[in-house]
């Protein structure tokens, strides 16, 4: 219990539940139900992968197809619930209570939130995506004719619509509850502690272990998708670079050197491993903006910018409507498909956020975890994307007949701008340590939630999560190939559904929590 805050009334002890088992501390049921789900996963997924991924992408399809509604207005609320927070009396709490001070400089805060949230997303789709929606590759938005100035345009909005507030609200509404309820109300930091205010005591039993394991499975397939997907990203860019042949083994090496290296940062710790990653994942991501704004928009970035701002605007409001569309195709398979992304991302993003975030007051959190990584997004995208589109729209390299490989996007955006090799070579680093930093400060979030709550799990835990994230891409990757992997996407999709429900739960008992907490400060 922090100073200023009375924490509820529980005899509930951070660990009663954990089993002492080769050196790592274990919460039962939790780890042995999610280790156990997780081991039989993979083994189908090899021994029948095109079944595993026609079942799992079944109810994907079928989670898409019917609850569309769902996904776009939970995620419109997540906003409106955020910014309402801003200007309510409870944005005056700090998390951690009235005496609490940050544990990390602003810069590093920003750094590590961001790395964790949206960095390899960014460097995978900043190109691919803008210029897919301009050139008709799969869908329009809102049926816009393709390779028109009105297409482009709705391109660049619709990928901020994306990657804008609706993602990162989704993630603050986990964050702060349980930043909230972990460091004001003395509770566990793990998923199940948002929920006290409606499940009492029920929280720590059949009830939170299903949460928990929800969040377990959904942060670990999640990882273990983007490792094998990133690798075969940084596989196709030193292809591209170096000539180094894009195949199985060259994406195996990759991802064990990115395991290999978020094992030594994850036994660091955050302080030494996690923040060094991430601010030197800010600098290398810094140098690579500043190369693309000025040989790819020069001077005329910030009349880009505002045009990215002003399209983003334009497109909220249509793009956040699920009733009448006629693009089903694209709203489906874009929109529809992001959201559900985002939430079973957000148990790891969000966990990960609320450990770095104390001190901060719930108005300061929100404002900096909605606006400051959009901004940042809208800078990003101007450079990347809008330098991507004008290459497409005046028939400037091979973007010029759209997405033929959506890894090589960037690759060959970079490829007509002077100094590519640098560029690219920088592109790759970026990659790579975007992977570290996403596997290990994941890593972290699942120590916690398997160990009951403790936020400084044994270092052998740590490793086996860490290990065992790039075991399942690794493995997967070898014996199902790319099927093996969309299975595995489709599977943190499906997780999407449930979660929608949880969050939407989460949203009530964040408000009674903190309504609960101001009442007690008035006295």
Not at 194 to 220: K, Q, R, S
Not at 363 to 380: D, E, G, M
Not at 393 to 421: C, K, R, W, Y
């Amino acid at each position: 219990m922090s100073n200023g805050s009375i924490a509820y009334e529980t005899d509930y002890e951070v660990g009663q539940d954990n089993l002492m088992l080769f050196g790592m501390d274990l919460h039962n049921p939790v780890f042995f139900i999610s280790a156990t789900l997780i081991l039989v996963f993979v083994i189908s997924t090899l021994l029948f992968p095109s079944e595993a991924k026609a079942l799992l992408d079944g109810a994907k399809g079928w989670s898409i197809e019917h609850f569309d509604w769902l996904f776009i207005w939970s995620a419109n609320l997540f906003v409106v619930f955020c910014i309402t927070l801003v200007f309510l009396p409870v944005g005056k709490i700090r998390i951690g209570g009235e005496g609490a001070i940050p544990e990390f400089s602003t810069i590093s805060w920003f750094a590590m939130l961001f790395a964790a949230g949206m960095g390899i997303g960014l460097m995978f789709w900043s190109v691919a995506e803008p210029v897919a929606y301009y050139t008709d590759w799969y869908g329009t938005p809102l049926n816009i004719p393709p390779n028109t100035p009105e297409a482009a345009r709705a391109a660049i909005g619709a990928t901020m619509f994306h990657w804008g507030l609706h993602p990162w609200a989704i993630y603050a509404v986990v964050a702060l509850s349980l930043a909230f309820f972990a460091f004001n109300k003395g509770m566990p930091l793990t998923i199940r502690s948002a929920f006290y205010p409606i499940f009492g005591e029920a929280c720590w039993g059949w009830v939170g272990h299903i949460i928990d394991l929800l969040a377990v499975l959904a942060t670990i397939f999640g990882l273990a998708t983007s490792l094998g997907l990133g690798a075969q990203q940084a596989a196709g860019g030193l292809q591209h670079l170096f000539g180094i042949p894009n195949e199985i083994n060259t994406q195996i090496a990759i991802i064990v050197g990115v395991t290999s290296v978020a094992v030594f940062s994850v036994v660091r710790g955050i302080d030494s491993g996690v923040k060094l990653l991430s601010n030197i994942n800010m600098v290398f991501a810094a140098c690579l903006l500043v190369f693309v704004l000025i040989l790819g928009q020069g001077f005329g970035f910030f009349t880009s910018l505002g045009q990215t701002a002003s399209a983003y605007i334009q497109n909220l409001l249509p793009l956040s409507n699920s009733f009448g569309r006629e693009d089903d195709v694209w709203f489906h398979g874009w929109t529809v498909f992001y959201w559900a992304w985002w939430i079973s991302w957000s148990p790891f993003v969000g966990m990960f956020i609320a450990r770095i975030s104390k001190g901060r007051t719930v108005r300061q959190f929100i404002i900096a975890v909605l606006l400051v990584p959009t901004v940042v997004t809208a800078i990003w995208m101007t450079a990347f994307g809008g330098t991507g589109l004008d290459q497409a729209m005046n028939g400037v390299g091979q973007l010029t007949n759209g997405i033929s490989d959506v890894s090589l996007a960037m690759f060959h955006m970079l490829e007509n701008l002077p100094l590519s090799s640098i560029t690219s070579f920088l592109g790759i680093a970026l990659v790579l340590i975007f992977f570290v930093t996403s596997s290990d400060s994941g890593s972290l979030v699942i120590d916690s939630i398997t160990a009951g709550g403790k936020v400084d799990a044994p270092v052998p835990q740590r490793i086996f999560w860490a290990t065992l994230e790039g075991v399942i891409a690794g493995t997967l990757l070898y014996g199902g190939g790319a099927e093996a992997l969309k299975a595995l996407q489709a599977g943190a999709i499906s997780v999407g559904l449930p979660f929608t429900v949880v969050l939407l739960l989460m949203c009530f008992s964040l408000y009674k929590g903190l309504s609960e907490e101001r009442r007690s400060a008035l006295g």
